[in-house]
């Protein structure tokens, strides 16, 4: 049994983490830090842990040095500008890392610093780092010790738009992405006006428009490394009111002689091998409620004839294949596990 601990344990992703940790086959959650809950039981936190061995786990503080003595793979679930400062300690211990923030996802510190408003201090680690998106990264995450777990609206914009660009089907320029996410995605402890339920129920609202989102880097980077040149999309988010999920269309020109039938084998052929991938049959779009609590993402493609455009929804659950479900796959792989250990079956319903 390999030996884990979450640090930054109370957040949405954090206890999903848990969740997810306790009923795997091949790992024991060992250590868990909370600042806001050391002393307490995570099913404090978590009542909906109560009864598993997660749920009765203390959380304590988040002692580094604790950490590294009694686990061998440390998930860091804290906000941005913590993993800088923890990863480079947990590594020169040896330690295997998985790093849910956005600490480690872009590879100039200068782009860092310009996004997330603070400078970055392990500027080093950013070379070695490795991008844990496993549908175009799978051997280098195996042999890495330190992955950056992509980002939610990321991994939903790039599991749609990779294998039309891979294939070099579609303009680089131009790339529209319209990404609807839960209220979840703001974590736990956002006190802003707009994630109050009388303000996010029954309303939907823009937010970081006109190339401001802090994911537009790393979504141009990672599109970008797939196509082999730069890529430059425009990416609007939209709250929606619902706890989970990510539903994203994207839009993009679509190159002479390719059809609905071409663009789909195109997506079927990419994802071929890659368990958490779905991609559905023609006309059969897919909803946020289809993967809820899951680790799946569900495509579906449309050409639109008249304009020369390809559309490619895809959903996920921002707090799973988002997030935590990601990481855990991630780990599978550095570990050597079976890449769907801890994360078989499909999601809620209804």
């Not at 997660?54 to 440390?74: F, K, M, N, P």
């Not at 600490?103 to 408003?117: E, G």
């Not at 008249?306 to 988002?322: A, E, F, P, Y």
Request: with cysteine.
């Amino acid at each position: 049994m390999v030996k884990t601990a979450i640090i930054g344990v109370s957040g949405y992703a954090g206890g999903e983490l848990a969740r997810l940790l306790a009923r795997h086959p091949e790992t024991e959650l060992t250590f868990l830090s909370s600042e806001s809950n050391a002393g307490k039981p995570l099913a404090a936190a978590f009542p909906g842990l109560s009864g598993t061995r997660a749920g009765s786990l203390v959380c304590e503080h988040g002692d580094l040095s604790r950490a590294s003595a009694i686990a061998d793979l440390i998930f860091l679930a804290q906000e941005n500008g913590a993993a800088m400062k923890s990863a480079p300690v947990l590594l020169a211990d040896g330690k295997k890392v998985i790093d849910i923030s956005a600490d480690f996802r872009l590879r100039s510190p200068d782009a860092y610093s310009t996004w997330y408003k603070m400078p970055h201090t392990a500027p080093r680690l950013l070379e070695s780092a490795v991008y844990g998106l496993p549908e175009t990264n799978r051997d280098a995450i195996r042999r890495a010790s330190l992955i950056a777990n992509p980002g939610c609206h990321v991994t939903a914009a790039t599991l749609a738009l990779a294998p039309l660009l891979a294939h070099r089907m579609i303009e680089t320029r131009g790339i529209i992405i319209d990404s609807k996410t839960g209220v979840s995605g703001a974590g736990r402890t956002k006190t802003d006006l707009i994630y109050r339920f009388s303000e996010a129920n029954e309303s939907m609202k823009t937010y970081g428009v006109g190339g401001t989102h802090r994911h537009i880097p790393e979504i141009e980077q990672t599109l970008g490394q797939v196509a082999g040149e730069p890529v430059t999309v425009t990416f609007t988010p939209h709250l929606a009111p619902m706890t989970r999920g990510i539903l994203a269309t994207c839009y993009a020109r679509l190159a002479d002689g390719f059809t609905d039938a071409t663009v789909r084998a195109a997506l079927t052929d990419y994802f071929a091998g890659h368990p958490f991938v779905i991609v559905r049959e023609a006309g059969d779009s897919p909803s946020t409620k289809d993967v809820a609590g899951s680790n799946f993402c569900h495509l579906a493609s449309a050409v639109d004839r008249r304009t020369g455009m390809v559309i490619v929804t895809s959903v996920i659950d921002n707090l799973v294949k988002g997030a935590a479900g990601q990481a855990v796959q991630n780990m599978n792989l550095m570990l050597g596990l079976p890449e769907t250990a801890g994360l078989e079956g499909g999601g809620w319903w209804p």
